[in-house]
């Protein structure tokens, strides 16, 4: 349920409203919008639907929400969300989110001789995997405390907000000390007691989509990460598996605005993963700009064949270069800002 609150209440009559709430066993989300103050009530369903919240003074409408998310609902919150993600970078709401790196960090110079070269072409946020989800047990692993060091170092040394991938909950602490923003793998978009331990702490989450998942499961995701009060999550379409095996996925473009539709949160591309081509990043990352994306994930890497982990579908960093110009005039046709990110 949502509770519309009565125009001009107190922030007396608002903690009444949810002290009520509370005691009536349920919980209490309060969303200060521009126009009006929202309470979305949350708790098992028959309780909530039974409750009295139309008696309690200052309600002004009680409104069902049908659908299986509550937080991460358009109709809880009608206007975008944007977030900060730190070093003067905001995501969502018509700013945009570059992310990109190379997908491990392998070692302190190349990280800075990539982030260096990104930075330069535009991107906002810088990526690299300490820890890495790899389908082979004997593949690189990463560098793990000494990665996140390293990617600590260099976002600093950069003025840039980094994001890394966390992969079990037991790992949650360690990243949290290093990382702006929490990465929740595709295979990890299910694994609910990660999500909700990175919903305990207050940094944004790049969730991204399982490989098999539908929008109501991508949003269900995020909603474990919310209903713990972290209200930061940003999602991402990686590619879905498809019998097609000319691409490593098959990007689902259409999930973008069908997000859009169902919720305010922010959603960004991963041309990276969802195609493995480098010929086919820069075009597919263009086509989710234009489609409303709030941002574009791309892995870049400055020796792809030397790389230890995903080479192949790593750009150069003059290809990145090339890509992000082109993405500039198409984010300035459509009234979209790449926010700078400043040390
Ligand atoms: C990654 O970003 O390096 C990664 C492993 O992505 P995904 O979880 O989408 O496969
Ligand atoms: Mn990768």
Redesign the pocket.
Known sequence: MIIVVKPNSTDEQLRHIVDTIESMGLKADLSKGLHRTVIGVIGEEDAVRNAPLGAIPGVEEVLPILKPYKLASREYQKEDSVFDIGFGVKVGGGNLAMIAGP?AIEGEEILFEIGKAVKAAGANIL?G?AY??RTSPYAFQGLGEDGLRILRKVGDALGMPVVT?VMDTRQVEIVNKYTDMF?I???NMQNFNLLSEVGQTRKPVLL?RGMSAGPTDLLMSAEYVLAQGNKRVILCE?GIKSFDSSTRNLLDLALVPNIKGLSHLPIIV?PS?ATGRPDLIPPMALAAVAGGADGIHI?VHSCPEKALS?GPQALLPHQYEAVMGQIRKLAALFNKTIPEAKG
Request: hydrophobic share 5%; charged share 55%; proline share 6%.
């Open positions: 997908c990526r995997g890495k989800p991938e990465q793998g595709a295979r991204k990686r991963d993963h892995e995903d």
